[in-house]
């Protein structure tokens, strides 16, 4: 096909191409109309505004390791509404997270603080006014390690589920709340799909907050997990944000310092318990035997026996002949005699 010819004021020329008409003598939807009104694209099928615009900043600090990185990821990947930032320095305060949390836009913190590297805190947190929940995490699963049969669709709203003693005490209620406006997800987000496919369980037993995420099976509403799981023990609650006034202390909450040091204290307790008893016995061994006294009755029942008549020897006894020096006499004998006989032929 041969090049079209450059015009000498612009670009070359090239010609229009007719819109095709449709079969019943209407335009096609390229084509303007008589009033020059362009073809408008059909409105989405759900006409629901985003109002609710909570963002949840999910971030830790410096020195975690790789399961609770793991763990962070996985919350992220369930959250849709969720952002991440940077790992934050072990020098800086708390309160700068607030300032963080405005440049990012975020009106929801859930903030990892790794102490030790073994202990591990998560702070859940309604920034800036409060309030905030300090929790120590225990018996961490991500989804890498559980492999579960469950699955659910990426950014999917799930629902939540509450033991029944949440609704009873007043600590537990403001941690229901909290736990709905953080992990929730919004409707009508642009970055969730509009399906309800899994649950997320919060139950209460033995004074801690197990968390699991099941998946909601169509054919027969069964459950099947899919993970992350871990357990919260709870510390403190505050009134403001990473800090303020104290609104509950947990009175069964005993620190990983603590228990530790109670776990030492017992295995030296059960070492020092075995070498009192190695000492114990050293000692009665050496303890001198207490002599009982004779008791009277037991001589009622023993016979005397017959006393022989002494007897009194004038003459010398033999020597007893030792056999083995008898043999080695005999011996020599034998050689003198087999010398003799020798010489003598």
């Known amino acids: 096909m041969a090049a079209a010819k450059r015009k000498r004021g612009g670009a070359a020329a090239r010609p229009r191409k007719r819109a095709r008409a449709a079969p019943n003598g209407s335009r096609s939807p390229a084509e303007p109309g008589p009033q020059g009104a362009e073809h408008s694209v059909p409105a989405p099928v759900s006409k629901g505004k985003w109002k609710n615009k909570e963002r949840v900043l999910i971030f830790s600090s410096r020195g975690i390791n790789f399961r609770t990185r793991h763990l962070m990821q996985d919350l992220r990947t369930l959250m849709p509404h969720s952002k ?24 929801k913190c859930i903030f990892f603080e790794a102490k030790k590297k073994q202990d591990l805190y998560m702070w859940l947190s309604n920034s800036p006014q409060g309030p905030s929940a300090k929790f120590l995490v225990q018996n961490i699963h991500t989804l890498a390690e559980l492999k579960m049969t469950g699955n659910c669709l990426k950014g999917s709203r799930p629902l939540l589920s509450f033991d029944p003693v949440f609704d009873k005490e007043p600590h537990y209620a403001l941690l229901k709340e909290l736990f709905i406006q953080i992990f929730s997800t919004p409707q009508y987000h642009p970055k969730s799909q509009p399906f309800v496919d899994h649950v997320f369980t919060f139950s209460i037993t033995d004074n801690r907050i197990w968390f699991r995420n099941y998946q909601i099976i169509e054919e027969d509403a069964t459950l099947v997990e899919i993970g992350p799981r871990f357990v919260l023990n709870l510390i403190k609650i505050f009134q403001g944000s990473f800090g303020g006034p104290t609104l509950y202390e947990n009175p069964h909450y005993q620190s990983p310092n603590m228990h530790r040091r109670l776990t030492r204290l017992a295995v030296a307790a059960k070492f020092k318990e075995k070498q009192q008893v190695k000492e114990l016995q050293k000692f009665r061994k050496k303890e001198e035997k207490i002599i009982i006294p004779e008791d009277p009755t037991e001589i009622v029942f023993e016979t005397p026996a017959a006393e022989k008549p002494l007897e009194i020897e004038l003459v010398k006894p033999e020597p007893k002949v030792n056999l083995k020096k008898k043999k080695k006499l005999f011996q020599r004998q034998r050689k003198m005699q087999k010398k003799l006989s020798r010489v003598g032929v």
């Open 84 to 107: 991440a930032d940077t790992k934050m320095d072990r020098k800086d305060k708390l309160f700068v997270i607030n300032e963080v949390c405005e440049i990012k836009n975020c009106n």
